[in-house]
């Protein structure tokens, strides 16, 4: 089964820049595999293709558009801001051509979401494709961009002195700024699925407990003979407690499963911030400006304070676990019918406020490192 070019385009063509070398960028997404029957009805109707087509360019273009003004706003610094040294132009290449790359990377997937997105919207509309799981495939050709000997500048810019005072090249400190802007972001990603579990499972708490209120009500209202079988306690306590006994046990399957998972993440999210504080103690080493080492000061509190507050969410979602147990415990007495006394179950912790708190840090910190790396000239 052969495969289709949807679209490919050159990110750098027309592109004009004084100080730097770009090479080309090509960016491809493809249909890796059409089966046959796709493809006669390809044939029957051409505008299948001429969709996808139409989806890939106009994502394509806006990409185009966005890494080129990047790349001419990094021009233009350089000009402004020429690197002090040939070891500071070779630290500046290395710099611009890992984030085009990333960039550049990122903007193709943007196109390839673009194409699954527009094969998903007209293949709903059209019983005769539902079918058809079609893989679609991105692929870079990024050649290396180079920075013209001549930008390096006899004296140091002002651009360095605005950030550092005799220690680190601003390239160094721009690379270590842009690894915690970058865990920083992935951070604010985890906080955000955290809350979304957050959400989940205060919601299912407040479903359990109405439910165990409703079976506790039955459970103990002294009309059960419990000496009775199980059939005939079933039978005095009626269809619906039984029903209910089933939805308990439902809604605390899924309740520990989302806890686990809010815990799996919680843990991810704090040795993200540990990785951001490793970077930050790297910065404050360095001899800085009164500017930025004022900032480094902010990134190092707001870190500190977000493994605080990472610290406090665990502890909150113990009491999750602790609920778990407890209602578990009743769920046993409701299945077992043998008139146990019901176990008082305990005031879980709220987690939405928290990570609410931490995920406001973490994008606190990305723009603080954001305006450090601006003080660099980056």
């Known amino acids: 089964m052969a495969g289709i070019q949807i679209a490919e ?18 960016a491809k997404v493809d249909l890796k595999e059409v089966p046959k029957d796709l493809q006669k009805a390809i044939d029957k109707d051409k505008i299948i293709v001429q969709k996808l087509i139409e989806a890939a360019y106009e994502q394509l273009n806006k990409s ?30 290395k710099t611009i051509n890992v ?6 990377e990122a903007q193709s997937g943007l196109a390839l979401k673009a194409v699954e997105k527009a094969w998903d919207a007209y293949a709903s509309k059209k019983s005769d494709l539902k079918s058809f799981k079609l893989k679609f495939a991105k692929s870079m050709v990024l050649g290396s961009i180079s920075i013209l000997a001549s930008t390096v500048s006899a004296g140091v810019s002002v651009g360095v002195a605005a950030v550092t005072a005799g220690g680190a090249t601003p390239m160094a400190i721009i690379g270590i700024c842009t690894t915690v802007a970058s865990i920083g972001k992935t951070a604010v990603t985890m906080a955000l699925a ?22 506790a009500s039955a459970y103990s209202s002294g009309d059960l003979n419990f000496k009775a079988g199980a059939r005939e306690v079933a039978a005095i306590l009626g269809v619906p407690f039984v029903k209910s006994v089933g939805g308990m046990e439902k809604l605390l399957l899924e309740y520990h499963a ?6 799996e993440q919680s843990d991810k999210l704090y040795d993200q911030a540990k990785k951001m ?18 900032l480094v000061k902010i990134l190092g509190e707001k870190v500190t304070f977000t493994l605080d507050k990472i610290h ?24 077992d019918l043998r008139g146990k006394p019901l176990e008082k179950i305990g005031v879980t912790k709220e987690t939405l406020e928290t990570i609410v708190t931490i995920g406001s840090t973490l994008k606190t910190i990305v723009s603080t490192t954001l305006q450090i790396v601006k003080l660099a000239g980056g």
Not at 194 to 215: Q, V, Y
Not at 258 to 263: A, F, L, N, S, Y
């Open 9 to 26: 385009m050159d990110f750098s063509a027309g592109l004009k820049t004084k100080h730097m070398k770009v090479p080309a960028m090509v």
């Open 64 to 93: 185009k558009k966005d890494i080129q003004g990047a790349l001419q706003d990094f021009d233009a610094n350089l000009g402004k801001k020429p690197p002090a040294s040939e070891k500071e132009l070779a630290e500046r290449e």
């Open 99 to 104: 984030m085009c790359k990333q960039f550049t």
């Open 194 to 215: 955290i809350h979304n579990f957050a959400r989940d499972i205060e919601k299912a708490e407040t479903d359990i407990r109405k439910t165990d209120d409703t079976l």
């Open 258 to 263: 989302k806890t686990g998972k809010m815990e």
């Open 277 to 294: 504080m490793t970077q930050i103690e790297k910065l404050e080493k360095e001899k800085l400006s009164k500017q930025a080492d004022a």
């Open 312 to 335: 406090e969410l665990q502890a909150r979602i113990k009491t999750k676990d602790v609920f778990y147990d407890q209602m578990t415990g009743h769920l046993v007495c409701y299945k």
